[in-house]
């Protein structure tokens, strides 16, 4: 397996766990308050993921912490407010809802990487972004795309704010300097405990007090916590985030199937819609082989 389709693999993982994290997330606001879901969940990931560092990457520590300030930005940025975004527009919107706004990242993240990075996608880039957002659309609206402005509510704003602090740390993450994806990950957690930790007296934090809360807040404490964001940046080592960026139109798709657990069916729509994305995808994300491709860029 080339290193290029490893890469490509990781990103789709993380999407699905990032998916989990909609469809939990909600279960879990309804019991905590957002400060609270970003503090437990990041606080009970740190330690996996300082372990899985050690294993894997051997890092030199101290050598990582003088980056220290960029890390500190990427786990503002990444880490808290995007979690905390994320979590407030699901208290006032669906999962579903925040999940289409969700679905303008690829094109954000790929405006911002021509802007910072000079980074061009091509007109294949451009066509599997507008090609995967239609599928978006269509699993959303159920195939009547007149209905695409009612999908929005209040929490939209939450959400733009959340992709947009997403745009950033993804073109930061290219731009800034070469490190262990999971050690730079796991310095970015321990950044970000120790910022609401301090927070914690003033603002107060809520436990969960149910068990449907509880076990959502361990799934988003391990899966989106810790392996997607594992995931997703040691995928950016070998993808840029203009087309790495496209993957997070999956979010969508795993959050509509993802509706099968609370049962409901499977619609001819979400089939369209969920192979018009993965086609999305497939054009942003496999290599060029042609000329004229390659002219394109």
């Known amino acids: 397996m080339s290193r290029h389709t490893r890469a490509i693999l990781a ?19 309804a019991d905590m308050t957002p400060f609270s879901i970003v503090l437990l969940r990041w606080a009970i990931g740190l330690v996996p993921l300082a372990v899985v560092a ?8 101290l050598a990582v912490l003088r980056h220290w300030r960029f890390l ?14 994320l979590y407030a527009a699901l208290r006032v919107s669906t999962a579903f809802a ?37 599928g978006v659309f269509i699993v959303l609206t159920h195939g009547h795309l007149s209905a695409l402005a009612t999908a929005f509510d209040p929490g939209s704003l ?23 994806p999971i050690t730079a990950t796991t310095i970015q957690v321990a950044f970000v405990v120790a910022i609401l930790g301090i927070a914690a007296p003033f603002v107060g ?9 509880l076990a959502s807040l361990l799934f988003i404490a391990v899966f989106p916590s810790c392996l997607s964001y594992v995931l997703w940046n040691t995928a950016l080592a ?4 203009g ?21 409901e069916p499977i619609t001819a729509s979400q089939i369209i819609g969920g192979l018009t994305i993965v086609a999305g995808v497939l054009l942003t994300s496999l290599p060029a082989h042609s000329g004229v491709e390659d002219a394109a860029r």
């Open 11 to 29: 990103l789709i993982a993380a999407a699905a766990f990032w998916a989990g994290n909609y469809i939990f997330g909600k279960v879990a606001v």
């Open 54 to 61: 050690q294993i894997i990457e051997h890092p030199d520590w």
């Open 72 to 85: 500190l930005i990427q786990g503002v940025l990444g880490l808290l407010v995007y979690s905390l975004l």
């Open 98 to 134: 925040a999940s289409l706004v969700n679905a303008a990242n690829p094109a954000l993240i790929a405006l911002v990487a021509l802007v910072v990075l000079r980074e061009r996608i091509g007109w294949r880039g451009g066509a599997g972004i507008a090609i995967a957002l239609i």
């Open 158 to 180: 939450f959400m733009l704010g959340a992709i947009s602090a997403w745009a950033a740390y993804t073109v930061a993450a290219r731009k800034g300097p070469q490190l262990p």
């Open 205 to 213: 934090v809520t436990l969960p007090s149910t068990g449907p809360a």
């Open 238 to 241: 070998v993808i840029p985030p």
């Open 243 to 263: 087309r790495a960026g496209v993957f997070l139109n999956l979010i969508t798709l795993f959050t509509a199937l993802g509706a099968l657990i609370t049962g």
